[in-house]
């Protein structure tokens, strides 16, 4: 008689998501246990049945919203997309610390190709192998019954109904002590998976184009510049405005850092032209907020709040005569230089600057000369401001933003995956890149003291970044629960001894509000002030600058 191998059994479709929304509640959700059973409160037996309660109420809610989202049409691909999601976050989440809220889902969407290769490790391929091709492969290969379609959404609605009672009531049994954690640990509302993921997509999808319907308003119509110096369009002040990326001020040098990772810059500290602000807060964790921020006039506060959108501080100084140009190493200006001309130097291929095909900051630098020649000559002889927007230290591959030549702390941690490397590796890498911003920003000084028109230069980072403390890695935390790593960052003024004469700079009035606390609100209104700017959007109590360089 021939053995038959018996065919499995098909599985109900809302068996099978109740077999899904275990794996997620539980294993998709191992940083958030992780981090709960690590807390001081998650001691003693009324903590652990708190946390039973709470692995409960996730599978309930994720059960629930499986229940209403996935109907057998698209159970398999849905399923697939989940597993891969919430392992890919929870990878992210453990290793680097960080939370996937709104402001992270937008830095997913800006990261280009090269960015996106330098998070590439085995790690995170072995998580993504155990967490969703494995579990995937299996997933994909179990039959499901044919249920019809009353019958089905009856049962599958009532598995959500019962879900939602089932969270709600041990929720209720269990408010205080939830309550206290949530409040106490907002971050861990942030971890939960894949409701952060959905939750972040659906608020960024919904803002992107709710913003992109809106008008764009205009700033600054009454905005007037210098008047033109004659007949030599390259007589007038040249103002350069590096935009830092990833710097965090507690490693920089000028501020009292225990290692010199700004001698070049504490050089021209040293000769009076460079003031160092040691109290800068940015306006966000991240590029995508920061950038955006730092060039509006709203303020942190304002910007957070906007309903609409605004032009910038580009717009205002091009609208008052000035030639403007944004250099680009990094991923993009954010929206801010749109208007304005703007120039990639990402792919150039120039000897030396741009092994493996991304380029080092000074590529912006051996490129400049040649884009300000291409702006109109009328223009120039107003006043020129040039952005030039930083690869800086651009995390986690920290060691790809120093050359060979410049990497005076060793050993580096040459790691994706910054949790493998010890701390001070990590810690040499990343001030191995700030040494390398001291060498740009001082090449760049230089260049500018050869020019025969006035110069200046102003740099400010975009955001911090944490090495390690308290297990975080990276940025991007929400601002209200970022750590000062994150968020104090480094500024500095340099100016010619034309232009300090020209402008009446006070460098000693400059010095005294050196340390006074300042942000990236302050900005907007500083540069207007450099360029000589008139208009009712300056704010000259926002000015650094206003004290120091009487109006002309």
């Given at each position: 008689?021939?053995?038959?191998?018996?065919l499995r059994a098909p599985w109900h479709p809302t068996a099978l998501l109740l077999?899904?929304?275990?794996?997620?509640?539980?294993?998709?959700?191992?940083?958030?246990?992780?981090?709960?059973?690590?807390?001081?409160?998650?001691?003693?037996?009324?903590?652990?049945?708190?946390?039973?309660?709470?692995?409960?109420?996730?599978?309930?809610?994720?059960?629930?919203?499986?229940?209403?989202?996935?109907?057998?049409?698209?159970?398999?691909?849905?399923?697939?997309?989940?597993?891969?999601?919430?392992?890919?976050?929870?990878?992210?989440?453990?290793?680097?610390?960080?939370?996937?809220?709104?402001?992270?889902?937008?830095?997913?969407?800006?990261?280009d190709m090269g960015e996106a290769l330098d998070l590439l490790s085995w790690p995170?391929?072995?998580?993504?192998?155990?967490?969703?091709?494995?579990?995937?492969?299996?997933?994909?290969?179990?039959?499901?019954?044919?249920?019809?379609?009353?019958?089905?959404?009856?049962?599958?609605?009532?598995?959500?109904?019962?879900?939602?009672?089932?969270?709600?009531?041990?929720?209720?049994?269990?408010?205080?002590?939830?309550?206290?954690?949530?409040?106490?640990?907002?971050?861990?509302?942030?971890?939960?998976?894949?409701?952060?993921?959905?939750?972040?997509?659906?608020?960024?999808?919904?803002?992107?184009?709710?913003?992109?319907?809106?008008?764009?308003?205009?700033?600054?119509?009454?905005?007037?510049?210098?008047?033109?110096?004659?007949?030599?369009?390259?007589?007038?002040?040249?103002?350069?405005?590096?935009?830092?990326?990833?710097?965090?001020?507690?490693?920089?040098?000028?501020?009292?850092?225990?290692?010199?990772?700004?001698?070049?810059?504490?050089?021209?500290?040293?000769?009076?032209?460079?003031?160092?602000?040691?109290?800068?807060?940015?306006?966000?964790?991240?590029?995508?907020?920061?950038?955006?921020?730092?060039?509006?006039?709203?303020?942190?506060?304002?910007?957070?709040?906007?309903?609409?959108?605004?032009?910038?501080?580009?717009?205002?100084?091009?609208?008052?005569?000035?030639?403007?140009?944004?250099?680009?190493?990094?991923?993009?200006?954010?929206?801010?230089?749109?208007?304005?001309?703007?120039?990639?130097?990402?792919?150039?291929?120039?000897?030396?600057?741009?092994?493996?095909?991304?380029?080092?900051?000074?590529?912006?630098?051996?490129?400049?000369?040649?884009?300000?020649?291409?702006?109109?000559?009328?223009?120039?002889?107003?006043?020129?401001?040039?952005?030039?927007?930083?690869?800086?230290?651009?995390?986690?591959?920290?060691?790809?933003?120093?050359?060979?030549?410049?990497?005076?702390?060793?050993?580096?941690?040459?790691?994706?995956?910054?949790?493998?490397?010890?701390?001070?590796?990590?810690?040499?890498?990343?001030?191995?890149?700030?040494?390398?911003t001291d060498h740009f920003l001082a090449e760049t000084v230089q260049w500018l003291?050869?020019?025969?028109?006035?110069?200046?230069?102003?740099?400010?980072?975009?955001?911090?970044?944490?090495?390690?403390?308290?297990?975080?890695?990276?940025?991007?935390?929400?601002?209200?629960?970022?750590?000062?790593?994150?968020?104090?960052?480094?500024?500095?003024?340099?100016?010619?001894?034309?232009?300090?004469?020209?402008?009446?700079?006070?460098?000693?009035?400059?010095?005294?509000?050196?340390?006074?606390?300042?942000?990236?609100?302050?900005?907007?209104?500083?540069?207007?002030?450099?360029?000589?700017?008139?208009?009712?959007?300056?704010?000259?109590?926002?000015?650094?600058?206003?004290?120091?360089?009487?109006?002309?």
């Amino acid at each position: 008689m021939p053995l038959t191998v018996p065919l499995r059994a098909p599985w109900h479709p809302t068996a099978l998501l109740l077999v899904l929304a275990l794996w997620l509640a539980t294993l998709g959700n191992f940083p958030l246990w992780t981090v709960l059973w690590r807390l001081p409160e998650m001691h003693g037996p009324q903590a652990v049945a708190t946390l039973g309660i709470l692995v409960l109420v996730v599978l309930a809610a994720t059960l629930l919203l499986l229940s209403l989202l996935v109907w057998p049409r698209w159970l398999k691909p849905a399923g697939l997309l989940l597993l891969a999601v919430t392992a890919s976050s929870s990878y992210f989440m453990a290793s680097y610390g960080i939370v996937i809220d709104p402001t992270m889902a937008t830095n997913v969407v800006q990261t280009d190709m090269g960015e996106a290769l330098d998070l590439l490790s085995w790690p995170l391929l072995v998580t993504l192998a155990l967490g969703a091709v494995l579990p995937g492969i299996w997933w994909w290969r179990q039959p499901v019954r044919a249920v019809g379609a009353v019958r089905l959404a009856g049962q599958q609605l009532g598995a959500g109904l019962l879900g939602l009672l089932v969270a709600v009531a041990l929720l209720w049994t269990s408010f205080q002590d939830v309550a206290s954690l949530m409040r106490n640990h907002k971050q861990l509302r942030y971890m939960v998976n894949p409701f952060n993921t959905a939750y972040a997509v659906g608020r960024v999808a919904v803002g992107r184009t709710t913003q992109a319907q809106k008008p764009l308003r205009p700033l600054g119509e009454d905005a007037r510049g210098p008047a033109a110096t004659g007949t030599d369009p390259d007589g007038a002040p040249l103002i350069v405005l590096v935009v830092g990326e990833t710097a965090r001020a507690a490693n920089f040098g000028l501020g009292g850092y225990g290692r010199d990772t700004t001698p070049r810059l504490k050089e021209l500290q040293g000769q009076g032209g460079l003031v160092y602000f040691s109290n800068v807060s940015s306006c966000g964790t991240n590029t995508q907020t920061s950038v955006p921020c730092m060039f509006s006039h709203l303020g942190r506060e304002g910007y957070a709040d906007a309903s609409g959108r605004h032009e910038n501080l580009l717009d205002v100084l091009q609208r008052a005569g000035l030639a403007v140009l944004w250099l680009d190493n990094q991923s993009g200006c954010k929206g801010v230089c749109e208007r304005v001309p703007n120039v990639d130097t990402r792919a150039l291929d120039l000897p030396g600057l741009c092994p493996d095909g991304q380029c080092l900051d000074e590529a912006m630098l051996r490129q400049l000369p040649q884009e300000l020649a291409k702006l109109p000559a009328e223009r120039r002889a107003r006043g020129t401001v040039v952005v030039m927007h930083q690869m800086g230290s651009h995390g986690p591959a920290y060691y790809k933003r120093s050359p060979q030549a410049l990497k005076p702390f060793q050993p580096e941690c040459t790691s994706h995956a910054l949790q493998e490397c010890p701390v001070e590796h990590i810690q040499n890498a990343y001030d191995n890149s700030l040494r390398y911003t001291d060498h740009f920003l001082a090449e760049t000084v230089q260049w500018l003291q050869a020019q025969k028109r006035p110069t200046a230069l102003l740099y400010v980072s975009d955001h911090g970044e944490s090495l390690g403390e308290k297990g975080l890695y990276l940025h991007g935390m929400p601002y209200r629960m970022a750590p000062k790593e994150q968020t104090h960052v480094p500024m500095l003024a340099w100016a010619s001894k034309p232009l300090q004469r020209e402008m009446r700079w006070n460098m000693a009035c400059l010095q005294t509000k050196a340390a006074q606390p300042w942000s990236h609100d302050n900005l907007f209104h500083t540069v207007l002030g450099m360029a000589r700017v008139g208009t009712q959007a300056h704010v000259p109590a926002l000015d650094i600058l206003s004290d120091c360089a009487p109006p002309a």
